[in-house]
DNA sequence: CAGTGGTCTAGACCACAGG
DNA sequence: CTGTGGTCTAGACCACTGG
C-alpha cells in the first residue's frame, strides 16, 4: 500500500521491477501512467519516464502512446555482445597476444565478394588473412576483403605489425554494419591456420561494414574450437 | 563554422554523428564540453545530455566526470542479438512452425547440471528435451533442465502441446541469467533428431536463468546446420 | 477527440574524479 | 578545489494513436 519515497530514477526502476517479479504486475498487465507513477512515487514525471524508458529499451516494457505501458508478454531477451578489438579481446582475458600475417594480396576479388561490397566485378580489392594468437595458441582465423576504390590508403599498409582489424577501426570511419553469427565446418586450409581436426566445428562471425553508401570492409572471422562468446542478460 | 539550430536530440546526435565520421572530431579527441555544445547548438544542457549518453550507451563515446567526453579510439561494436520465443522467431521468418516433444522425465540430474543449478545432487529435476520445426524441417533442438525445487508447477506440465521455452517465460520470472553462444558438432542423437550427420557444426546457445538467488532452468538450444542469428551495428 | 508517452526548457544541486 | 557529467524538478507543448 504505501510506497517508500523514490527520488531517483533507478529507484524508481527498481520498485517497478520489484512489482514486475513479484507478479504484482502480470505479463501483459497494464500498468499506471506516468503522471499517477510520479504522483505515487513523490517524483517528476521526466523521472518516471527516464525509468520506464530504460525498461521498454531492455524489452520488459512495451510501450505506446495512448494504449498506455504494459509488462511484455513474453520478454524478448536482448544479449549484446562486445565486438571488440581481437587484440584487447585476448589481453582482457589476460593472455599474452600474438599476432601472424598469412597473406596480404591486392586482386580481382571472387564474385559474391564484389557483389557483397557493391564493386564491379573487375575492381582490385585488398585481400588479407590473418591468425590472431592467444598465449601462442591459434585463437581465431580473420579473413577479410577491403575496398580498395573507397579506402585507397589501404593498400599503402602491410599489415604486418598492425592487424587490418585494428588499422581500419582507427582509421576508417564507418556508418552501419551487418553482422551475423554461425557455425561452420573447419576446411583444411582453417584447420591448417587454427591448428585443428578438418570439419572441426568453429564459430563465425560475419560482418560487412558500409560508411554512408560505400563498403567499407568484409570480414569473416572463424574462432578456435571451443570458444565461447559470453554475456549477461 | 555556423551550425544548424537544433532543437531535439536526435538533430544534435545526428550533427555530432556527422562530426565523428566527418573526422572533424577524430578518434580519442575531447570534445567540447555539455554547456558549450548546448551553447553552441541553442538547447537546453538536458537535451545535449541526452544525446551524448545515448551514444556513449552505443559505445562510441567515453564519457567520465571531470575529463569530459571523447570519441572512443576504438569503438567496441555492439551486436545485440533478440532471444525471442522460438516459435516467433519462427514465424517471424515467414515459416509454418512445429514442436515435437522428445523427451520428459523428473530424475536426479548429472552432477555438472545440478552444479550449474545450484541444487543438491539427489534433487530430482525436470529434464525436457524438444524439437521444434520450421515448414516441417528441423529448426532447433532444445535440450532443457528445470529447477523443480523452485518452479514445483512444472512437474504438472507435460509440455506436449506448449514447449518449456514458453511455458517458462509466461509463468516463471527471473532476474538474471547468463548466456554463451558457440559452435558444437553434433552428436549422434542431435545428428538424429536435426536429421543432419554426426559431427556437423551447430550454433549452440547456452543459457542460465536465475530468480535472485534461486535458479530456474538451464538450456542449450542447438539449431540445425547453417542457421545464422544477424542483426545491425 | 482526448489520453498517453515523448520531449524540451531553465535552473538547480550533486557526485565524482582530475589536478 | 573545481570542472565535468548525472540527475531532479515543475511546467509546458507536442505527436501519436486508440476509441
Request: charged content about 25%; overall charge positive.
Given at each position: 500500500?504505501n510506497?517508500?519515497?523514490?527520488?531517483?530514477?533507478?529507484?524508481?526502476?527498481?520498485?517497478?521491477?520489484?512489482?514486475?517479479?513479484?507478479?504484482?504486475?502480470k505479463?501483459?498487465?497494464?500498468?499506471?501512467?506516468?503522471?499517477?507513477?510520479?504522483?505515487?512515487?513523490?517524483?517528476?514525471?521526466?523521472?518516471?519516464?527516464?525509468?520506464?524508458r530504460?525498461?521498454?529499451?531492455?524489452g520488459?516494457?512495451e510501450?505506446?502512446?495512448?494504449?498506455?505501458?504494459?509488462?511484455?508478454?513474453?520478454?524478448?531477451?536482448?544479449?549484446?555482445l562486445?565486438?571488440?578489438?581481437?587484440?584487447?579481446e585476448?589481453?582482457?582475458?589476460?593472455?599474452?597476444?600474438?599476432?601472424?600475417l598469412?597473406?596480404?594480396?591486392?586482386?580481382?576479388?571472387?564474385?559474391?565478394?564484389?557483389?557483397?561490397?557493391?564493386?564491379?566485378?573487375?575492381?582490385?580489392?585488398?585481400?588479407v588473412?590473418?591468425?590472431?594468437?592467444?598465449?601462442?595458441?591459434?585463437?581465431?582465423?580473420?579473413d577479410?576483403?577491403?575496398?580498395?576504390?573507397?579506402?585507397?590508403?589501404?593498400?599503402?599498409?602491410?599489415f604486418?605489425?598492425?592487424?587490418?582489424?585494428?588499422?581500419?577501426?582507427?582509421?576508417?570511419?564507418?556508418t552501419r554494419?551487418?553482422?551475423?553469427?554461425?557455425a561452420?565446418?573447419?576446411?583444411?586450409?582453417?584447420?591448417?591456420y587454427?591448428?585443428?581436426p578438418?570439419?572441426?566445428?568453429?564459430?563465425?562471425?560475419?560482418?560487412?561494414?558500409?560508411?554512408?553508401?560505400?563498403?567499407?570492409t568484409?570480414?569473416?572471422?572463424?574462432?578456435?574450437?571451443?570458444?565461447?562468446?559470453?554475456?549477461?542478460?
Amino acid at each position: 500500500m504505501n510506497v517508500p519515497t523514490a527520488q531517483t530514477w533507478q529507484s524508481v526502476q527498481k520498485e517497478v521491477l520489484r512489482r514486475i517479479h513479484a507478479r504484482e504486475w502480470k505479463p501483459g498487465d497494464l500498468i499506471p501512467n506516468e503522471a499517477e507513477l510520479a504522483k505515487e512515487f513523490g517524483c517528476a514525471r521526466t523521472t518516471v519516464n527516464r525509468a520506464l524508458r530504460s525498461l521498454a529499451e531492455g524489452g520488459l516494457l512495451e510501450r505506446r502512446r495512448k494504449a498506455g505501458t504494459r509488462v511484455a508478454a513474453q520478454p524478448v531477451a536482448k544479449a549484446t555482445l562486445n565486438i571488440a578489438v581481437i587484440r584487447h579481446e585476448v589481453e582482457d582475458r589476460g593472455a599474452r597476444y600474438g599476432y601472424q600475417l598469412a597473406l596480404r594480396e591486392a586482386r580481382i576479388a571472387p564474385t559474391h565478394i564484389s557483389a557483397a561490397l557493391g564493386v564491379g566485378v573487375q575492381e582490385r580489392l585488398l585481400h588479407v588473412m590473418a591468425l590472431h594468437l592467444s598465449n601462442d595458441a591459434p585463437y581465431a582465423l580473420e579473413d577479410r576483403w577491403i575496398n580498395a576504390v573507397h579506402v585507397p590508403d589501404a593498400l599503402k599498409q602491410d599489415f604486418r605489425s598492425v592487424s587490418a582489424n585494428e588499422w581500419l577501426l582507427q582509421n576508417v570511419p564507418y556508418t552501419r554494419g551487418e553482422i551475423s553469427f554461425s557455425a561452420k565446418p573447419a576446411s583444411a586450409e582453417n584447420a591448417n591456420y587454427l591448428n585443428c581436426p578438418e570439419k572441426s566445428a568453429l564459430l563465425a562471425v560475419d560482418r560487412l561494414t558500409w560508411d554512408h553508401d560505400q563498403s567499407v570492409t568484409v570480414v569473416q572471422v572463424l574462432f578456435a574450437p571451443g570458444h565461447q562468446m559470453r554475456t549477461r542478460i
